[in-house]
């Protein structure tokens, strides 16, 4: 019972440690990853289109 009680403790000892980023940050990081996911989906999503197409391509020439 006592290494939880001294577990606990340390643990909200960290916890008081940890620096929270301000609205601003937030936003603008938030920002920054929407915009990779959606050029990222973008990409991928092209990537798919050419190949299916290409593929269709070689399918109907056999």
Known sequence: MRKKGG????????????VWPDKETTIKETTA???VTV???AIIALLDFVIKTGLD????MG
């Open 7 to 18: 577990f606990f403790r340390s643990l909200k000892s960290e916890f008081k440690k940890i």
């Open 57 to 60: 391509k070689i399918i109907q």
């Open 33 to 35: 990853v929407v915009i």
């Open 39 to 41: 050029i990222l989906g």
